[in-house]
């Protein structure tokens, strides 16, 4: 995470603070994107947990929030197993745990989920702070529809989970937003095309918040053509948008319209056709008439 030169927000306050486990949203980049609310957590709980101990620690200084003698425990994906447990010791005890992932929103794309879920086996309230998060910006400033996205987080990286992955996601009808690193996008980029059409609108995010940031938008196809064979730096998130009706081809209407009028009415065997393939009824029952009259 960057903070570059931001300086002190000057805003926290101590103030009492329920027992239970509390996520806390951190900037994505920018320092001073973090809410009021969120340092006046991480200045009163009791417990401090962080995904990268260091990244907290350096948020902390540059808005003047001391951590005084309370515990800064390290919780991440290797070592979940053997933190959780002291965590929720904490928990039983009473205390407030404010946990913070290294950046943006917990839970999204981190090792939060495993730890919110034994707080929530063992009974503790849960609770968050709202805050930044990549890919809710990168969704508002990419240009596609809004109205139903899923986040899809990282493709797997075995050929074959991946594969299936890609097939499973791609045809949802929303707005699709995937994370990547900067070293395989561009195997991502070229896989999408494959497998989704180089047509499909996309926008790439990059380093959002940050000196660098950068939002490049088009199709999957320009996309991969434009990002080169140099190395992408910076977090990415990538916005695809819903799949990309292509018409059928006239012969195969003509087919399809052939097969339903041997056993249907015109008007029934043109409603068929048209919900099959994605076309206006009227056109294709106007088709459907011109068929049946030249059977005549």
Request: glycine letters at 10%; one cysteine or more; charged letters at 25%.
């Amino acid at each position: 995470m960057q903070h570059g030169s931001d300086t002190n927000a000057g805003a926290a306050r101590q103030v009492p603070l329920a027992p239970g486990l509390w996520f806390v949203a951190t900037p994505i980049g920018a320092a001073r994107d973090i809410t009021l609310r969120a340092l006046d957590i991480l200045l009163s709980a009791e417990v401090l947990v962080a995904e990268d101990t260091r990244t907290l620690r350096h948020l902390m200084e540059i808005h003047g929030l001391k951590l005084g003698d309370r515990p800064l425990i390290a919780y991440h994906d290797h070592n979940g197993a053997e933190a959780r447990p002291r965590i929720l010791r904490a928990l039983e005890g009473g205390r407030s745990v404010a946990y913070c992932s290294e950046a943006g929103t917990p839970v999204v794309a981190d090792p939060g989920y495993q730890l919110a879920r034994a707080a929530i086996d063992a009974g503790h309230p849960v609770n968050a702070a709202p805050g930044p998060s990549a890919a809710i910006m990168a969704l508002s400033i990419s240009g596609l529809p809004s109205d139903r996205f899923l986040f899809a987080g990282f493709a797997p990286s075995q050929a074959g989970a991946r594969a299936r992955w890609l097939d499973e996601i791609g045809s949802i009808p929303a707005t699709l937003i995937l994370y990547e690193s900067p070293k395989r996008i561009q195997r991502l980029l070229g896989e999408l095309c494959d497998r989704w059409g180089e047509a499909r609108p996309a926008a790439l995010c990059r380093e959002l918040t940050k000196r660098f940031e950068e939002v490049r938008r088009g199709t999957l196809g320009s996309l991969r053509d434009g990002i080169g064979d140099g190395p992408v730096k910076g977090e990415i998130a990538l916005v695809v948008g819903r799949p990309v009706a292509v018409a059928p081809e006239a012969e195969d209407v003509d087919a399809a319209l052939a097969e339903a009028l041997g056993r249907l009415r015109v008007k029934d065997a043109a409603a068929e056709v048209a919900e099959a393939m994605g076309l206006p009824r009227r056109d294709v029952y106007q088709r459907a008439l011109a068929m049946k009259e030249g059977e005549t």
